[in-house]
C-alpha cells in the first residue's frame, strides 16, 4: 500500500521553492522562510543517503526569537501543510515537570501520532471514496426499493427477487437519488453509539490525556452499541460512506504508516518557550515549572522512545521548532543541554507600517481580501483604497509602539473596529457599494485615537 521509504511529494520541493510558497502567505522574515526551508529540505536529503548514514543524520531543530504577531507560528503551519506532514503545535507553558500537576511532555508524541494517523486514514478515505460511495448508494437503494415494492404490486412478467429489489427499479432509483430526487426524504437507518457522557466528566477533572472513550469500547457493554436514528437521506448517503470507507480501510497498515509518518516526518512546534525560561537560574535557583519542564523535553528533542496505545515512537528524526519572544530571557538561559538540540537560531524583525500595508493586500489570505469576501455575501461591496490601507497600516504601528507590540494581530483589532457599522447593517444594505479611504478610517478611529485609555480596551 505505501512504499517503505516514501515521503509526501511536498518534501521534495527546493530550498527555494519553499520559501517561494511561504511567500504567498508572509510578508518579510525571509531569514526565517530561509532556515524552515533548508531544515525541510534536509529531510528530503537524508532519504537519499546510504542506510548505514541515514540513521546517523539528526535534524536540524530550529528556535525562532520575536515578538508576538510577526509570524512565527504561522511559518510552521504553513510549512507543515506544504511538507504535508503530521504537525502539532503546543504551548510550552501548560506542561510541567513529570510528578506535578499538569500535561505530561509525552504527550506532544502521543497528540503527533494520532495526527499523522488521521492525515493517513485521510488519503486512505479519498482513496476508497468512490467505491464506499457505490456501497452507500446500494444500502439506501435497497431500503428505497423495498418501500416501493410493498406500495405497489408486483407487474407480471416481472417477480421480486429474493433481495427484495427489482433491477430495474434500482437503477431508476440510483437516477432518482444521483439527481438529489430523494435529499429531503427520511430514512431510519442504524448507526454505530459512540456516546459517553462520563468523558466530559473525566476532562473536567482534568483528565483530558486519558482516551477514555477508547478504553470504554473494549468493554463488553459497550463494545457494538448501536443506535438507531431517522435522518434526511442526503444525511444519510454521507453517513454510509463514511461507514463502508471504513470497512474498506486497513486500520492496521494505516496506524503502522501513520506511526512511521510520525517518527520520519513529524514536525512539533513549540510555542512560549520563553515560559519555561528563567531569567537566571544562578540568581533564582531550581524552577520545578521551568527548568523542570525543559528537562522532561530535553530526551525528546535528543531522541528517545515514547510508548503509545500504537506501539512505542522514536524521536530522533522529528523536527522540532520552538518559539517565543524572549522579552525578559534570552535563549542561553535556557539548560545548556537543550540550547545544543537547537543549533539553528533565527530572529525575526518587527513589523512596520510597510509591512503591514503589505499584510492587509499582498498573501493570499490577505485580511482585506478576507473582509471582502465576508460583506460580498451579504450584497454589499467594499472597495479599499491605496490610501485607505495606507492609513491603515500606519495607525497599526503608531498604537504598537504607543502600547503593547503585538505585531500583525494589531490589524485584525483595527479593522473589526473599522468595519463595526457596515458588518452590523450590512443586511439592510444590500446592493449598496462602500468605498473605505484615508478620511473614512481617520474619521472612525480619530475618537479611539485620542482617548489613550480607550484605546487600550478597544486597539
Do not use: C
Amino acid at each position: 500500500m505505501w512504499e517503505k521509504d516514501a515521503l509526501p511529494v511536498g518534501s521534495s520541493f527546493t530550498p527555494r521553492e519553499i520559501v517561494s510558497e511561504l511567500d504567498r502567505y508572509i510578508i518579510g522574515q525571509n531569514k526565517a522562510k530561509r532556515a524552515v526551508a533548508i531544515a525541510l529540505r534536509n529531510r528530503w536529503r537524508r532519504r537519499q543517503v546510504p542506510d548505514e548514514l541515514r540513521d546517523e543524520i539528526a535534524p536540524k531543530n530550529i528556535i525562532m526569537v520575536g515578538p508576538t504577531g510577526v509570524g512565527k507560528t504561522e511559518i510552521a503551519r504553513r510549512l507543515a501543510k506544504l511538507a504535508q506532514a503530521p504537525f502539532v503545535k503546543v504551548e510550552a507553558s501548560k506542561f510541567t515537570e513529570v510528578g506535578y500537576v499538569g500535561r505530561d511532555v509525552d504527550s506532544i508524541v502521543r497528540d503527533l501520532v494520532e495526527t499523522s494517523i488521521q492525515l493517513v486514514r485521510h488519503e486512505e478515505e479519498d482513496r476508497v471514496r468512490a467505491k464506499a460511495r457505490d456501497l452507500a448508494e446500494d444500502r439506501i437503494i435497497k431500503v428505497l426499493a423495498q418501500n416501493e415494492a410493498s406500495t405497489m404490486a408486483a407487474p407480471a412478467p416481472y417477480e421480486i427477487p429474493e433481495s427484495g429489489t427489482r433491477p430495474e427499479l434500482e437503477e431508476e432509483l440510483r437516477k432518482k437519488l444521483r439527481r438529489g430526487d430523494f435529499d429531503d426524504r427520511y430514512i431510519e437507518m442504524e448507526v454505530p453509539d459512540t456516546s459517553f457522557p462520563m468523558v466530559e466528566v473525566f476532562s473536567a477533572a482534568g483528565l483530558e490525556d486519558i482516551n477514555f472513550k477508547d478504553m470504554f469500547q473494549n468493554l463488553p457493554g459497550f463494545k457494538g452499541r448501536k443506535k438507531q436514528r431517522k435522518v434526511k437521506i442526503k444525511e444519510a448517503l454521507e453517513l454510509y460512506t463514511g461507514m463502508e470507507a471504513e470497512k474498506l480501510i486497513d486500520m492496521e497498515g494505516v496506524q503502522q504508516e501513520g506511526k512511521r509518518r510520525a517518527e520520519q516526518s513529524g514536525i512539533v512546534f513549540i510555542d512560549e518557550v520563553d515560559k519555561i525560561v528563567g531569567r537566571s537560574r544562578a540568581e533564582h535557583g531550581p524552577d520545578v515549572s521551568r527548568e523542570g519542564v525543559q528537562r522532561d523535553l530535553l530526551p525528546l528533542v535528543e531522541g528517545t522512545t515514547v510508548n503509545t496505545k500504537y506501539g512505542p515512537v522514536k524521536t530522533d528524526h522529528v523536527l522540532f521548532i520552538a518559539a517565543g519572544a524572549f522579552h525578559v530571557s534570552k535563549p542561553a538561559d535556557m539548560v545548556p543541554e537543550l540550547q545544543g538540540r537547537f543549533p539553528i537560531r533565527v530572529e525575526l524583525e518587527s513589523l512596520g507600517a510597510d509591512d503591514f500595508a503589505r499584510i492587509l493586500t499582498e498573501p493570499k489570505n490577505a485580511l482585506i481580501k478576507q473582509y471582502i469576501a465576508l460583506l460580498d455575501t451579504e450584497g454589499v461591496k467594499l472597495d479599499f483604497g491605496d490610501d485607505a490601507v495606507r492609513a491603515i497600516a500606519e495607525i497599526a504601528a503608531d498604537v504598537n509602539r504607543s502600547l503593547e507590540n503585538i505585531g500583525a494581530r494589531r490589524l485584525h483589532t483595527i479593522l473589526e473596529t473599522l468595519l463595526d457599522e457596515i458588518s452590523f447593517t450590512a443586511p439592510e444594505r444590500r446592493g449598496d457599494e462602500v468605498k473605505i479611504d484615508a478620511s473614512l478610517v481617520k474619521d472612525t478611529l480619530s475618537a479611539v485615537l485620542k482617548d489613550e485609555d480607550l484605546s487600550r480596551f478597544i486597539l
